[in-house]
């Protein structure tokens, strides 16, 4: 049974950091694409960034320049490092693992920026 427990949101003021972290459980980690995604109120899910087995690293475009995706294999961990966050940020943050008919996911971590 794969699980995903998201950590690290809280309230931060425009201009900060947070560092957001996902601990996988149930699955071969370093074999698998890791992605994170957001949720805005009233907003659909969007995807965030995704990091392959092989430490391949993709952005969206609201995402570039501010995020950083990594991974430790040996904690089983996930990371989202997220620098000069606009309120437009705010946003329930999940991470991910896609397999062809089913996808799991965490159960968020609450991002605010607000000043």
């Known amino acids: 049974q794969v699980q995903l427990v998201e950590s690290g949101g809280g309230l931060v003021q425009p201009g900060g950091s947070l560092r957001l972290s996902c601990v996988a459980s149930g699955t071969i980690f370093s074999a698998e694409t890791m992605r994170w995604y957001r949720q805005a109120p009233g907003k659909q899910r969007e995807w965030v960034a995704s990091?392959?087995?092989?430490?391949?690293?993709n952005y969206a475009d609201s995402a570039k320049g501010r995020f950083t995706i990594s991974r430790d294999n040996a904690k089983n961990t996930l990371y989202l490092q997220m620098n000069s966050l606009k309120p437009e940020d705010k946003a329930v943050y999940y991470c991910?693992?896609?397999?062809?008919?089913?996808?799991?996911w965490g159960q968020g971590t609450q991002v605010t920026v607000s000043s």
């Open positions: 990091i392959t087995n092989d430490e391949n690293v």
């Open positions: 991910n693992i896609a397999r062809p008919i089913f996808n799991y």
